[in-house]
């Protein structure tokens, strides 16, 4: 059963308590009148009785002229109280229509600061999980009472949470940039190191497992600043066709062995950041092939516009994915295991990555460069093992006319 809204409450409650005030002002009236009404012509029944001769004509005796006044007043003092109920009744029946619809205002007005506090909150929350709505604000009007004390402690949460975002933002960006000089420089001194003529087998060898290990961190940091970056909301935007990145990026994985690559790339304009979305394109594409079968895989990408916004759907086979586990891979720095139908996973927690096949960060760029666009990214298990990734854009069908968003390239790869 659907319950009342807090205005429909206080509505009844104001048409209620008038109601009430009603009844008790009618009942109180009603017993006034009937005891002034009790006793209205003792002073001529007085006169009646010293005098019972020639008072009306036609009468006979005081004893009937008493009976005859007796009855008018018993008359007089039920038409008196009868209209009084029925025409108080009436009227306070009317009263309380109006003053319920007085009251359905008056509540809706002292509830508007409430509602836009709600708003407020519901924006911000419907924004994304890294912060990026927390730069709104309330900024209630009016006098100082409950509710805008209320409004301006909301405020000053949210600007404490804004400066803890952009502070631990900063500190990744500034962190994985002081990281690539240090990385940059032994990749240059282990590349002069294996280029030396008299360099042993040994000395080789040794240089390029150090190479890997360099390279991995370099991709590492690489991805921490892309999540850094894309946490930001887009303000350049760019027409871009994602059936132009994925056609690019498909290319290059088209040759991949004992992989069946599948294209189906209809026009799916959308605006925003042209490196942010190819990594975003990139980082589903190399998911697919990274955790897809040993052999027999298969590939399956596909752009369009659906209602209204640029979609990108991108499905692999691979093993099987636990529905619950769903939001798990969105997560930074953790994955699934590839042999959890053969070994379960120990204390029930997915495996910390950077160990095997990644660091984790491909589909929280993913999702990050999504709402960092105003988009969405859901992800469900696919029939007999697998994922399948759509990202939904807001689509520039309609806006920019296509041979325009069309006539923008696919964004070289850096």
């Known amino acids: ?52 001769f020639g008072t009306l004509p036609g009468v006979g005796g005081g004893d009937q002229l008493r009976i005859l006044i007796q009855e008018a007043q018993d008359e007089a003092k039920r038409n008196a109280l009868e209209s009084l109920l029925t025409q108080g009744g009436v009227a306070l029946l009317l009263i309380s229509v109006v003053a319920l619809g007085f009251g359905w205002l008056i509540a809706g007005r002292a509830l508007q600061p409430l509602h836009q506090i709600t708003g407020t909150a519901r924006r911000i ?35 404490r949470l804004d400066r803890s975002f952009d502070g631990q933002r ?46 991995r961190h370099e991709r590492l940091i690489d991805g921490l600043l892309t999540l850094a970056d894309s946490e930001q909301r887009v303000v350049d ?7 132009d990145i994925a056609g690019h990026l498909l290319d290059q994985v088209a040759g991949t062995p004992e992989l069946t690559v599948r294209r189906r790339l209809a026009p799916a304009t959308t605006a925003g950041d042209p490196v942010l979305l190819e990594r ?24 369009g516009t659906v209602d209204g916004r640029a979609t990108l759907v991108v499905v692999n086979t691979g093993p099987v994915v636990p529905s619950y586990e769903i939001e798990t891979i969105f997560q930074p720095f953790r994955r699934l295991r590839h042999d959890r139908v053969a070994a379960p996973r120990r204390n029930g927690a997915p495996d910390r990555a950077g160990a095997r096949r990644g660091f984790g960060l491909g589909l ?25 990734v759509t990202v939904s854009l807001p689509s520039l069908v309609g806006v920019v006319p296509a041979h325009l968003a069309r006539a923008v390239p696919a964004p070289a790869r850096g």
């Open 237 to 243: 935007r760019t027409p871009v066709d994602l059936a």
């Open 125 to 159: 929350a419907a924004a994304d999980a890294g912060g990026r709505g927390l730069h709104e604000r309330i900024a209630l009007r009016g006098p100082r009472d409950e509710v805008r004390e209320l409004a301006d402690t909301f405020d000053l949460m949210l600007e």
């Open 364 to 388: 929280s760029i993913v999702r990050a460069v999504a709402q960092a666009h105003g988009g969405t990214v859901h992800a469900q298990p696919r029939e007999g093992g697998g994922l399948v």
């Open 1 to 52: 059963m659907k319950r009342l809204t807090i205005r429909a409450r206080l509505t009844l409650v104001y048409g209620g308590l008038l109601l009430l005030a009603g009844v008790v002002l009618l009942a109180v009236t009603y017993v006034l009148v009937d005891q002034r009404m009790r006793e209205p012509l003792t002073g001529v029944r007085a006169q009646v009785v010293q005098n019972p």
């Open 280 to 303: 975003l394109t990139q980082n589903l594409v190399e998911n697919a092939v990274r955790h897809n079968l040993p052999a027999g895989g298969e590939i399956d990408v596909s752009t």
């Open 170 to 215: 900063r500190f990744v960006a500034n962190a994985s940039h002081e990281l690539r000089t240090p990385l940059a420089l032994n990749r240059s001194l282990l590349e002069v190191a294996m280029s030396r003529p008299g360099a042993s087998a040994e000395l080789r060898q040794l240089g390029e497992t150090l190479m890997a290990v360099n390279e």
